[in-house]
């Protein structure tokens, strides 16, 4: 996606513009990484070296300024999605492509939630990052779904939701970095489709229970 301003939707920067922008961004990434998504703008500003207006013209609030920092890791996973949808096991490949949306959302406190509370709102500058994330994981789901691998019944809409969901609640335990691993395969318990023999009324017991790798 190419990054753009307030001012300017879709046009070049001037050079000193484009020097702002980029030490912004810079700035951001940084404070992101090291105190969250809710980290100072103020703070931002003035390590870039800009003042506070200066910061607004470029992103006219946290969200756009959020997106803009997450767009280079948006990327590889829409590149990963689009590797994923040649894999030969359909559910394997989904389940991959959820296991690194969780990774990527804890990589910064506060972005798990601030992709959930968003995630249906097309007005927001998150939507740059949901609408593509929910478009890759609805054709892998797609996918799963065709080869009778997944329940006909899942839609990618409550998955984004369960997985930024899991991101938050391992956000929420640092002191337990396998959570997320162990959150996800029991969400796959519930996106597996029946086995031929519960469908035809077999008792389920333990063995039919899916794995995480699917």
Same mark, same amino acid.
């Given at each position: ?62 969200? *756009? ?9 948006? $990327?590889? !996973? &829409? @590149? ?6 040649? =894999? ?31 995630s249906r709102d097309e007005t927001s500058a998150l939507s740059d990052c949901n609408v ?27 998955l984004m939701q369960l997985t930024n969901a899991i991101a938050l609640a *391992? ?9 997320? $691993?162990? !959150? &996800? @395969? ?6 597996? =489709? ?21």
């Open positions: 996606m190419a990054m753009t301003t307030a001012q300017t939707p879709g046009r070049p920067m001037r050079a000193d513009a484009r020097r702002n922008y980029d030490r912004l961004l810079g700035e951001a990434r940084t404070a992101f990484a090291e105190h969250g998504t809710d980290a100072s703008l103020e703070d931002i500003a003035r390590r870039a070296g800009v003042g506070i207006g200066t910061l607004y013209r470029h992103f006219p609030n946290r969200h *756009a300024l959020m997106s803009a920092v997450f767009q280079e890791a948006l $990327g590889s !996973l &829409l @590149t990963r999605s689009h590797e994923l949808a040649e =894999a030969e096991n359909p559910c394997s490949g989904l389940v991959e492509w959820l296991g690194a949306i969780i990774t990527h959302a804890g990589e910064y406190r506060g972005l798990a939630q601030a992709l959930m509370s968003t593509p994330l929910r478009e890759a994981g609805a054709r892998l789901l797609a996918r799963a779904q065709a080869s009778g691998t997944v329940r006909a019944d899942v839609s990618i809409g409550d *391992a956000e929420q335990a640092p002191e337990d970095p396998a959570l997320a $691993g162990r !959150l &996800l @395969t029991l969400t796959l318990q519930g996106l597996k =489709a029946e086995s031929r023999g519960l469908r035809r009324g077999r008792k389920p017991g333990v063995e039919a229970g899916p794995k995480a790798g699917g």
